[in-house]
């Protein structure tokens, strides 16, 4: 068989082909064989496009010469620029009717390039030549040629009963003798696009673009279905080079404008939650909803970003609106899980954020920062069953500083033990103890963040004091009752 399809083997090929010196032929010029010398020279270096502007200027010189169209044709071939090399080849047949070796190459070039009834012709005429080992190459050639015939007339039976998996594996068979056919790949690409397989028709539209010149309308393809896949940036990638054929081109114009909008938009929301900026992450990612409102990839990926602004921002209502509306899309996601487990936390509904961590957990190849999320929402979970300090004072999670201290100032005038009035100075005692250590912990932000990771820095089994004890807040060592303390604080 001769088909060739590796540039290795096409490389190969050039340079066997270049050494040939059928008949005697040499250029009619001196100055036309000094160019084909350096064409050959650059082929065997690998610079094949080097070569191929020494072999025009061979022909321009010399157009006469049937070997040097043949050479030039196979430089084509190696650059794959197949359609090229037909004419050469039929320069090279046209000067030199029993050129057999150009005729077989012209027919594989054919058949290759889907165009069947051309290659069948020039192989039954290789059939019949006195070249035993041509004749037999072309023979076996031929016999492909029904074949791929078979494969594209059942291809088209399975897609008109819709059964585009079936259509894929033949069109695969016909591809493989015809691996230039356009109409082939874009036969399969479309069947590929009714799956969903997006990336998959894409692979086939790329070398689309690649056997055929100025093919705007493949570039705007491949660009609207990485759009389809939420890719926004290869989108624009590949518009840009439809943009670079046309630049008036409207179809291509229209979606780069809203394809850059919306990178622009999501840029920005993630610079914003970057910088902790939620507020305005979520003001730009509405913009985005209104950018893009039919696709749903965008519609869950801006979800996504709107669930985690909130989820920072510790916004439960708002945050669990859109966590939700993301794990209804997908019940496994990870981030979105992760996100809602802290709106969880930050309600102190500890047994659910450690539902959504374990949940999370359960998902292959999940970031190490699931299982440190589960691990402080189960220190929390024991946490909130012993002492709470945002419970002592009051106040939520999410309280600022200036809120715990308006909270421990109100407490500690009504527990402090000079000015309690009721009979219980010993709950009293208890009260305020707990008060001041609250505000110790609450007020200082290290202290603060240990607590909310679920430590208490307060406790005596996890902090000590020299000699074994614990130091009580603010240096105050409180008795029992009955030892008579008098207490002096000034409230802060």
Known sequence: MTLIHSPVRLLLFLVVILDLNLYGVLSNTVEAEKYLELGKKAVQEGHVAEALAHYDKAVGIDPTNYLTHFKRAAVYLALGQSRKALPDFDKSIELRPKFYQARLQRGTTLLKLGRLDDAQSDFTYLTSVSDSSLSAEAQK?????????????????????????????????????????????????????????????????????????????????????????????????EVRECLKLDQAHKSCSAHYKKAKKLEKQLKDADQAITNSEYGAAVDVLFKALETESELEVFQTKISKKVCRSYSKSKNYTAGMVWCNKVLQSDPNDVDALCDRAELYIGNEMYNDAINDYRKAQSVENHPQSVEEGLQRAEKLLKQSQKKDYYKILGVKRTASKQEISKAYRELAKQWHPDAYEGEDKEKAERMFIDIAAAKEVLSDPEMRQKFDNGDDPLDQSQNQGPGGFHQAPFGFPFGGAGQGFTFKFRFQ
């Open 141 to 237: 050639n031929l016999a492909l040629i029904p074949s791929v015939k078979g494969h594209i007339q059942t291809a088209n039976v399975y897609i008109d009963k819709q059964d585009y998996e079936a259509a894929i594996l033949v069109l695969g068979e016909a591809i493989e003798l015809c691996p230039w056919d356009v109409s082939l790949r874009e036969l399969r690409s479309n069947c590929y696009k009714s799956l969903g397989q997006y990336q998959s028709a894409i692979s086939d539209l790329k070398v689309i673009t690649k056997l055929t010149n100025d093919n705007t309308a493949a570039f705007l393809e491949i660009s609207l279905l990485y759009y389809k896949m939420g890719e926004v940036e290869d989108s624009l990638k």
